[in-house]
């Protein structure tokens, strides 16, 4: 579902732990991620080439590079970006790293957590996959 996406995890090869920083190309109908929110984490972008469409619960609005978008910890605004443009598009993604955050997916019968044992894939009501 995620198309054309090339993600360099940027942060991991720096070693860092508290936060994380992705360099990521959508090609032509690639996508970042399911429409999502974060319970802990907070979450940065920055287009630094081409164009995407941030999909959000307050509808769509096109960035273009020199752009940015943030979410809040919290923040029950699930988002994600999708190029419908002809040309790749380039962002950094930034965020945090707190453990315990869980990730929900309103499209979706989704939700990402971590607990004592780790991370986990759930259906919306808890049932783990």
């Not at 090339?6 to 109908?29: E, H, I, M, Y």
């Not at 988002?79 to 499209?107: C, M, V």
């Not at 971590?114 to 991370?119: K, L, R, V, W, Y």
Request: with cysteine; charged share 25%; net charge negative.
């Amino acid at each position: 579902r995620m198309g054309d996406r090339v993600k360099r995890r940027l942060g991991d090869a720096c070693g860092l732990t508290k936060f994380g920083v992705n360099l990521v190309t959508l090609g032509p109908g690639g996508q970042s991620a399911l429409r999502h929110w974060h319970t802990l984490d907070d979450e940065f972008v920055y287009v630094l080439s081409g164009e995407v469409v941030l999909v959000s619960n307050e509808g769509t609005q096109v960035l273009r590079a020199g752009m940015a978008a943030g979410y809040p910890a919290g923040k029950k605004d699930a988002h994600h970006f999708i190029n419908r443009s002809k040309a790749p598009a380039t962002y950094l993604e930034i965020g945090t790293r707190i453990e315990g955050d869980n990730a929900f997916y309103p499209d979706d019968d989704l939700m990402w957590g971590e607990d004592e044992n780790g991370t986990f894939a759930a259906h919306k009501d808890g049932r783990r996959y």
